[in-house]
């Protein structure tokens, strides 16, 4: 809620706040971009709001006490609902260091039960809102029993209809405003006789709330600069919706490989970020992208090392335990051609590597360029930071490249 846009990576999730004081909600989870400014600030700004922050499941790291609101009760048409809040559980591991800075997180199975030990004599349905990703939830409501709804997020997955696991309702309504979960719960003396769900496209027809519209143009005037400035064109959808590569990220990786002499180029594999329409890319589309605009830098790694680090992304994405599968998708790339087992055991799911059109040899050392401490945390020690960002790095790339274009052909492929 607080990150993904320059106006609130600017302001640290503040400049949203007047807009959120207008608004009708009565909770939310932080997913785990919304850590991004430390403990302190997402403190101060779950301070401001007129709704509770939920979660359960993450704790001051000095005292263990529950740094958010782990349960909340609210009653519509008679019916009193217990609502348990679930917030990312790997955000100390797959998240820059700092974002977890004081704070502890767990995957909630101990605490959830415990929540719904305490709500179940006093609500007549108990519905966890989670940002831990569909298969994590659906794992979770395997070991506790209880939970009557689940409204999943994080994993950005369309469900069109509900899974049922452990008499539990599971949904998740997509991601970036193209979708509205409408779930519709018969009571009859007090317990849910029917539960039906619908996944509704939002085709962009509704009226526009003036109040709101106001607060938005006012909030954008002092970023006129960067929405009016056009940094190039492309000439291809930009988007990260698909698993092994995606357009967006395409363009992150091929600046980098361009701008240092590297044998290949690495992006995290976010989810985040609507898609950019083919035509002018402006400078604010560049901070959509990729908001945090990570310091770009060098690393070397022999073949063995790469080899064990993209083995070690795909265990995080495909894992056959859902509890070890960290979320993102496949690591993104310039410079590399891969095709592996998406089901095979963990550290045996590639099948053929080659790193700048060669098969990968494991003994040699090779020089890969990335952005920020995300990527490749593991090697934190051995990088080799350029004192150049990514926003320039892309702006540059376009700018000399002409329209962006990416081939059809792909380098990442499941077998």
Known sequence: MFHGTLPLVATKGEALLPILEKMPIDGFVPGNWDYAYGKKQLQKLTKKLQFPALAC???????????????????????????????????????????????YFTKGVEEVREAVEALQDQVDVIVLLSHMGLPLDVKLVSLVD?????????????????????????????????????????????AILDIQYELIV??????????????????????????????????????RMTLEEAPMDKLITDAYLSSLECDAAFSHGWRYGHPIATGPVTLYDLYTIIPTNPELFTLELTGQQLLDALEHNLEQVYSSDPFEQKGGYVLRSSGINMTYKPYNPKGHRIQTLQIADSTLQRDKTYRVVGGGSQSFKNHEDKKNYQGVFAIDVIQSYIKDHGPYKIPTTANVISV
């Open 57 to 103: 499941n993450v704790m001051d790291d000095e005292t263990r006490d529950v740094f958010l609101t782990p349960y909340t009760i609210k009653k519509l048409n008679g019916i009193t609902i217990g609502v348990i809040g679930l917030t990312y559980p790997y955000v100390d591991i797959t998240m820059p260091p700092d974002f977890s800075e004081g704070l």
């Open 146 to 190: 209880g939970i009557d709804i689940v409204l999943s997020g994080h994993s950005h997955d369309r469900v069109h209809e509900p899974i049922i696991q452990n008499n539990t309702h599971i949904v998740q309504a997509g991601s970036s405003s193209s979708f509205l979960g409408r779930l519709d719960v018969n009571f009859e003396d007090g």
């Open 202 to 239: 939002i085709d962009e027809q509704f009226e526009e709330d003036q109040e709101i519209k106001r607060l938005v143009e006012e909030l954008l005037v002092e970023y006129e600069k960067e929405r009016s400035f056009i940094a190039g064109e492309t000439k291809t959808l930009l988007h």
